[in-house]
Nanobody, 126 residues
Framework: QVQLVESGGGTVQPGSSLKLSCAASGGTFSRNAVSWFRQVPGKEREIVAGIISSRGTTLYSESVKDRFTITYDNAKNTWYLEMNSLKPEDTADYYC???????????????????WGQGTRVTVSS
């Protein structure tokens, strides 16, 4: 049974950095797309960044491009979201999601993903 467990959320000041982790277990993930989504109350879940490590492809939303970086450690089955220059509008619950894929492009929509973590909250506030 595939499990994704996020960690690393917290409360930080604007301009700070934070690194989220997504530890995967219960399967093999070498051919998976793994993405980070975020959601605030009353809004739809939106993709922040995604990666297909077997293809070397990544996807970033315009709002986080040049500030966030998605990386992975195959040996640990762990994916990371490094967030720099955080802004109050980055405040949200962040979710890790995964699906097996043979595609080249990272799926953008939540409905495309089969596995989800429980989420970790990031609050950016002065």
């Amino acid at each position: 049974q595939v499990q994704l467990v996020e960690s690393g959320g917290g409360t930080v000041q604007p301009g700070s950095s934070l690194k989220l982790s997504c530890a995967a277990s219960g399967g093999t993930f070498s051919r998976n797309a793994v993405s980070w989504f975020r959601q605030v109350p009353g809004k739809e879940r939106e993709i922040v960044a995604g990666i297909i490590s077997s293809r070397g492809t990544t996807l970033y939303s315009e709002s986080v491009k040049d500030r966030f970086t998605i990386t992975y450690d195959n040996a640990k089955n762990t994916w990371y979201l490094e967030m720099n220059s955080l802004k109050p509008e980055d405040t949200a619950d962040y979710y890790c999601a995964s699906r097996r894929t043979v595609d080249y492009y990272v799926p953008q929509y939540p409905s495309s993903y089969h596995y989800w973590g429980q989420g970790t909250r990031v609050t950016v506030s002065s």
